[in-house]
């Protein structure tokens, strides 16, 4: 059973970091595809960072680059986000997702249950 699960959410004034984490099981990075996901209220959810082994990090929100840095930890099968010069749009629920056998973070297979960050002005 694949499992993810989210750490390091929190509220923070704009401007300030946060790194969130996750922890996976059930299948390793060597063969899978680590996300971050999010939603902000009334959006839809958006593809934010992805990392795989054939890949490495790549970045999916103009907004984000230079201020995120997704990276992983293949022997303890961890991924993380570091957030830094976080701004209120930055706002929403992050997610954890996985998908196996694939290089890129498309139609994934596993979720974690999300974590809330909050960005106040």
């Known amino acids: 059973e694949v499992q993810l699960v989210e750490s390091g959410g929190g509220s923070v004034q704009a401007g300030g970091s946060l790194r969130i984490s996750c922890a996976a099981s059930g299948f390793t990075f060597d063969d899978s595809a680590i996300g971050w996901f999010r939603q902000a209220p009334g959006k839809e959810r ?3 960072a992805c990392i795989s082994q054939h890949d490495g990090p ?3 929100v103009d907004s984000v ?6 990276s992983s930890d293949n022997v303890k099968n961890t991924v993380a986000l570091q957030m830094n010069n976080l701004q209120p749009e930055d706002t929403a629920v992050y997610y954890c997702a996985a998908r196996s056998h694939s290089p890129i973070c498309v139609n994934m297979d596993s979720w974690g ?3 809330l960050v909050t960005v106040s002005s």
């Open 46 to 48: 958006e593809r934010v």
């Open 113 to 115: 249950k999300g974590i």
């Open 65 to 70: 680059k230079g201020r995120f840095t997704i």
């Open 58 to 60: 790549t970045y999916h």
